[in-house]
């Protein structure tokens, strides 16, 4: 995989979040997802939405990609129901079948260094990571898996 067009389509997601960030937590919640993919200018821009309850509470998730087709980096901005503002998250590209992309984002008014990681990638199945680097190390805490099943 090197774009976002294999993720066309529906799919089933498994969502797995950490209870807690930055505090030596092991406990985790799994629920449930619907997506959804669209490519769009000859693959260059991918748009997909994420539905799910999540706490009991119905949330949607939106992701915006876009390629720059002379270096083969993709920048992902988000937005989700907890607050409608677009948002460059991350950068970065894959290489051998891997997705790499590097960004920063704010948590409780702090700066901290965020990941995106697409692994496992094949027609019918794939991965994705986020992780924060712990802050005073070079430590990154994977906080959210989600693994995609295709529906058929």
């Not at 294999?6 to 997601?13: K, S, T």
């Not at 498994?14 to 959804?36: G, I, V």
């Not at 937005?79 to 290489?95: C, T």
């Amino acid at each position: 995989m090197d774009s976002f067009d294999m993720m066309v389509g529906r799919w089933w997601v498994t969502n797995r979040r950490l209870d807690e960030r930055f505090a030596d937590c092991d406990l985790w919640t799994e629920f449930a997802a619907d997506y959804e993919c669209w490519s769009h200018m000859d693959g260059r821009v991918s748009i997909d939405r994420m539905s799910c309850v999540r706490n009991g509470e119905s949330f949607t998730g939106m992701s915006v990609r876009t390629l720059e087709a002379d270096t083969g980096d993709w920048t992902i901005y988000w937005m989700d129901s907890n607050g409608v503002v677009l948002l460059e998250q991350v950068r970065g590209k894959f290489v051998d079948g891997e997705g790499v992309f590097h960004g920063e984002d704010i948590i409780d008014g702090e700066a901290y260094p965020l990941r995106f990681t697409w692994s496992n990638t094949s027609p019918d199945a794939a991965r994705w990571t986020q992780a924060y680097k712990i802050p005073g190390t070079e430590t990154w805490e994977t906080n959210w898996t989600m693994d995609f099943y295709r529906q058929k």
